[in-house]
């Protein structure tokens, strides 16, 4: 699976939080995650079926070829 999915992400969540940063106009997802160092843990707040969720994820490295 991608490393969304190892890390117990699913296709229908929505990403609300990475830590206590909301995702909106202001942030956005891959400008927040930037901020971050591999191999950082971080809490995302999702939203799945109707209900918030918080799922701990370890960020992979990037490999640019």
């Known amino acids: 699976g ?3 999915q190892t890390a117990g992400i699913k296709n229908a969540d929505v990403i609300l939080k990475i830590n206590e ?10 400008e927040l995650i930037w901020e971050y160092e591999p191999k950082s843990t971080l809490e995302l707040t999702v939203l799945r079926k109707g209900k918030e969720e918080r799922i701990n994820v370890v960020l992979g490295e990037v490999i640019v070829e």
Do not use: F
């Not at 940063?21 to 891959?30: A, E, K, T």
């Open 2 to 4: 991608s490393p969304a």
């Open 21 to 30: 940063d909301s995702i909106n106009g202001r942030h956005n997802l891959s």
